[in-house]
């Protein structure tokens, strides 16, 4: 049985890093891991992945045919992973492998509030334990209000795929400790976030965030945020032992040395 772990979050929040930093944590461990780039549109990876959706959709070839613009035609090239997903589900088989980290495209809502992921994520591998890890861009989360925003980001992906779901804060290392702290703190405790929200100058984005904040605690969206820098490898190896033990993967050893810490 493969373990799937989707690498979701909006456009630029580092999925693709994240997935190589991932990638070589879990190889240097010894997980037999592979990668799947659902991703049709992305010039440049910073991996090679193992099964690319890019071999079977082209985006430059969408645009030629249906005679699109590069947005029109990233709607209809996700669309079309679709259609793939018995190629993908084979070569899944063929690899056969512990892990597979799947990097989704960009366009996170072409993917997570269309069809596409919800299927994908439905017809993979009816067998494979799947999470999620949601990327919250650290620069972008500083802002209580706009923490809020990503939080109902996260919630609504929840509702969307109804997979166990961990939240990851990236590019850690474009803010101060002291901000990775506090937004730390915001996920901890309701308080901190309300308090932070007071401090809200402007009455629309106050009011409204804190509307959606009450709809986030009501789908009892909760759990840490893991703070990482993938490109500074930092934090990289705590995120794995999260995801094991969210996917109950963790080795003899793991919970051996977890034990000896109390
Ligand atoms: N400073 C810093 N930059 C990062 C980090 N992770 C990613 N980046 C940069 O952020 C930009 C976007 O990273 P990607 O990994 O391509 O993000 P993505 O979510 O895959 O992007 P899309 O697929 O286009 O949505 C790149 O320039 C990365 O080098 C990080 O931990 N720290
Ligand atoms: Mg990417």
Redesign the pocket.
């Known amino acids: 049985m493969t373990n799937v772990i989707y690498l979701l979050?909006p456009?630029?929040?580092?999925?693709?890093?994240?997935t190589a930093s991932l990638l070589q944590e879990m190889r240097s461990k010894g997980l037999n891991t592979i990668t799947l780039n659902l991703?049709p549109g992305?010039e440049f990876l910073?991996y090679t992945p193992d099964i690319d959706i890019r071999t079977h959709v082209s985006l430059a070839e969408v645009m030629r045919e249906y005679k699109l613009g590069p947005n029109g035609a990233l709607v209809v090239s996700v669309d079309m992973v679709v259609n793939h997903i018995p190629h993908i589900r084979a070569m899944l088989k063929d690899w056969n492998p512990d892990y597979l980290i799947v990097?989704t495209?960009?366009q996170m809502e072409l993917f997570a509030f269309r069809e596409t992921g919800p299927l994908v994520a439905k017809s993979l591998d009816p067998a494979s334990n799947q999470l999620i890890l949601f990327?919250f861009d650290a620069f972008l989360a500083k802002r209580a209000s706009s923490f809020v925003s990503m939080l109902m980001l996260a919630t609504s992906v929840l509702t969307r795929f109804g997979v166990p779901q961990l939240n990851v804060l990236?590019?850690t290392?474009?803010i101060g400790r002291e901000d990775v702290d506090t937004i730390a703190a915001w996920m901890d405790n309701r308080h901190r976030i309300l308090e932070a929200m007071d401090e809200e100058q402007n009455l629309i984005l106050r009011e409204s965030s804190l509307a959606l904040l009450e709809a986030v605690e009501k789908v009892a969206f909760t759990g840490d945020l893991l703070a990482?820098?993938?490109?500074?490898q930092e934090g990289i190896v705590e995120l794995l032992s999260e995801v094991q033990r969210a996917l109950g993967t963790e080795s003899e050893l793991d919970l051996q040395e977890e034990a000896e810490k109390f």
Do not use: F, N
């Not at 456009?11 to 994240?18: P, V, W, Y």
């Not at 990482?228 to 500074?232: D, E, H, L």
């Open positions: 979050g456009a630029g929040c580092g999925k693709s890093t994240l991703d992305v910073p990097d495209p960009g990327l990236t590019k290392d474009t990482i820098s993938a490109t500074k």
